[in-house]
């Protein structure tokens, strides 16, 4: 049995007197695809950030493909990590964020050749071919030279996939990732998600609304409720016979709003 | 009579003056504005301090004061200056401190969640700032530094009290040796005017540049 590609171990995460994460452990295996789902407000878009290390944990460990997060081996003992080697780390991470956050200025192109130039040193022709053919993976190959402003959301999105899909990362995050888009768009990027499901062995991490989909998506769904996993387990086991109560009357509110499952 | 021609050449060599003043001038007080405004963002205190004290320092002083320390009190501590060279300086360090503000307000303008893009695409620091931030900020930095181009441009008249012959000052020379205050001081309103017009212009030539694709809309 392969060990986990993420380990998070006994984390807390406060804002204030606000305990989001109340010291949380889960392990997510390599290759696996992880939906989770909970109330708002319930720390699962907080695990994504902290995981991108957008945020930092106030106690607990957390290794990432054999090596600590936010921690380095100094001298014996373990203290938290500088700059770089949270640079190093974030490599093997990639995040698509529920706004998309392009970069406004720069076009579908050079939104995707950005990072990989300045970050790995990739030069121009390569940057560009390798964007190129996950434009095409995303649909949106004839719109390399447009800029954001000129996109639908679905297709902002798509296009944000292909940029973070560019620095090649072990896990990738997905925050909330249709959330923002008009419905009739939210089909076009989930589209792309289940290709990439299926053509890769990425661990993918997704926090979502969209009950069906992560139903047919992942292989393990969390529940969260107040910073802690109430229930997992396979999608139908979630789905159809939810064993405690909050994760019941979760999925009652859910159905109730109009979210097919 | 009085023959205007060789009048009218002496306010248009202080007319040169007066553009080169505020060209340098302007040219020391957008360095000054970069070093002072992203100082003040730095993550060192030290440097948040010296910028900080430098910004409040040349905000708070009277131009007209800042000007004869250049010129008169520098030399004791052994540093001379020809007039342009202090007021330059004078100008440069006033304006930039206004302009330091500026561009600390147009980073900090920019979103939050271009900062995480940036993380999440392991972006550092420097990099972040050079390629996805300050062009960003550009565009809303524009029209205030356009403000503070004209604002530079009105005060070198003050350099004048420093015996630099710009156009103010040759203005009043005209008019000592004519009697006549009308017509240089009215030839120096409207080329100040044409100045800040043109100043206006090439300013808005750039904003329309530098926020070419960026339509407002929430990328």
Not at chain 1, 70 to 76: E, N, P, W
Not at chain 1, 84 to 94: A, C, F, W
Not at chain 1, 125 to 139: I, P
Not at chain 2, 154 to 163: D, F, M, Q, Y
């Amino acid at each position: 049995m392969p060990s986990p590609i993420i380990r998070i171990d006994n984390i807390m995460k406060t804002y204030g007197p606000l305990t989001v994460l109340d010291g949380l452990s889960m392990n997510v295996m390599p290759g696996e695809k992880l939906a989770l789902i909970g109330p708002s407000g319930s720390g699962k878009t907080t695990i994504l950030r902290i995981l991108m290390t957008l945020e930092r944990i106030n106690g607990g460990h957390i290794e990432v493909d054999g090596e600590q997060l936010y921690h380095i081996q100094k001298a014996g003992s373990l203290v938290s990590a500088d700059e770089r080697h949270l640079q190093k780390m974030r490599e093997k991470i990639g995040m698509v964020f529920q706004h998309f956050n392009l970069f406004p200025h720069k076009c579908v192109l050079d939104n995707i050749t950005l990072a990989p130039m300045l970050t790995k040193g990739v030069a121009k022709a390569a940057a560009e071919t390798r964007a190129m053919e996950l434009l095409d993976m995303v649909g949106m190959a004839d719109k390399a030279k447009s800029m954001p402003a000129q996109l639908s959301g679905g297709q902002k999105q798509r296009v944000a996939i292909a940029r973070a899909l560019a620095l090649s990362p072990k896990i990738m995050l997905f925050d909330e990732v249709t959330s923002a888009l008009d419905p009739e768009l939210v089909e076009e990027v989930l589209n792309v998600m289940r290709k990439l499901a299926a053509e890769t062995d990425m661990t993918m991490l997704l926090v979502t609304h969209e009950m069906g989909f992560a139903h047919d998506f992942a292989d393990r769904v969390l529940f969260f409720d107040k910073g802690r996993i109430v229930e997992e387990g396979k999608p139908d086991d979630i789905f159809r016979n939810p064993r405690q109560e909050r994760t019941q009357s979760f999925l009652r509110k859910i159905i109730a709003a109009g979210h097919r499952v | 009579m009085i023959d205007w021609s060789g009048y009218i050449g002496l306010i248009l060599q202080g007319a040169l003056v007066t553009i080169e003043l505020t060209v340098m001038g302007s040219a020391l007080a957008l360095v000054m504005a970069f070093v002072a405004g992203l100082g003040r963002l730095s993550r060192f205190t030290a440097v948040r301090t010296l910028a900080t004290v430098y910004i409040e320092f040349f905000r708070g002083t009277s131009i007209f004061v800042q000007l004869f320390w250049a010129y008169f009190v520098l030399p004791f501590a052994g540093i001379t200056l020809t007039p342009l060279q202090a007021g330059v300086l004078a100008l440069g360090l006033n304006v930039g401190a206004y302009g330091a503000e500026v561009v600390r307000g147009a980073v900090r303008a920019i979103g939050r969640e271009q900062h995480e893009a940036c993380v999440a695409l392991n972006l550092g620091r420097y990099h972040r700032m050079r390629h996805v931030i300050l062009p960003q900020a550009l565009p809303l930095m524009l029209p205030t530094f356009g403000n503070n181009a004209i604002e530079l441009l009105k005060g070198t008249a003050v350099v004048s009290l420093i015996s630099l012959t710009d156009m103010t000052f040759q203005a009043q020379v005209v008019r000592a040796q004519t009697g006549s205050t009308l017509i240089p001081f009215t030839a120096i309103l409207v080329l100040y005017f044409a100045m800040a017009t043109a100043i206006s212009a090439g300013v808005g030539w750039l904003e329309r540049r530098a926020s070419r694709g960026l339509d407002g809309m929430r990328v």
